[in-house]
């Protein structure tokens, strides 16, 4: 692994002990060229499968949440800044699981976050994945978020 401070490929592990409950290796490696030391996270690659609507699957995809929650998010300033926490929080949902996640699933964690964070962009976002057909489902979505406060 090359040194992220010098860029020389030759650094060498000076220490590597279990993480996260035994699911990831932490290691220290040091480089012999600037002497800087680093961390590097070893994890398994669990492939994770999105059940669609129609019943096909694809590979989870988190850049795919990361842009529904932006375009939920976009011109909504002071709320933009949590998609990467939240896609950090999907991610983490998704991978502790059996393997298979829904697409509804996924689409419900993403509105349950945005309800926390900005009711526009939830608003926006439930009007795509609920399919809002008009001023009535808008309506009553409002005065359900009204209902919880
Ligand atoms: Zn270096």
């Avoid at 012999?32 to 680093?38: A, K, N, T």
């Avoid at 096909?56 to 011109?75: M, N």
């Avoid at 950090?88 to 945005?114: C, F, H, N, P, Y």
Wanted: net charge negative.
């Amino acid at each position: 692994m090359r040194c992220p401070y010098c860029d020389t490929e030759d650094t060498r592990v000076v220490d590597s002990r279990p993480a996260e409950d035994g699911r990831a290796i932490r290691r220290r490696r040091e480089c012999s060229e600037c002497g800087q030391r680093f961390t590097t996270f070893e994890r398994s690659a669990v492939v994770v499968s999105v059940l669609k609507r129609d019943e096909t699957s694809q590979p989870y995809d988190r850049e795919k949440v990361r842009r529904g929650l932006e375009s939920a998010l976009a011109d909504r300033h002071g709320a933009a800044a949590s998609v990467d926490a939240i896609v950090a929080d999907i991610d983490q949902w998704a991978r502790t699981g059996s393997g298979v996640v829904s697409s509804e699933e996924i689409g419900r964690k993403i509105l349950d976050a945005l309800r926390q964070v900005d009711e526009v962009a939830y608003l926006r976002f439930a009007s795509v994945y609920k399919g809002f057909q008009g001023a009535s489902d808008f309506e009553r979505e409002v005065a359900a978020l009204e209902r919880e406060q």
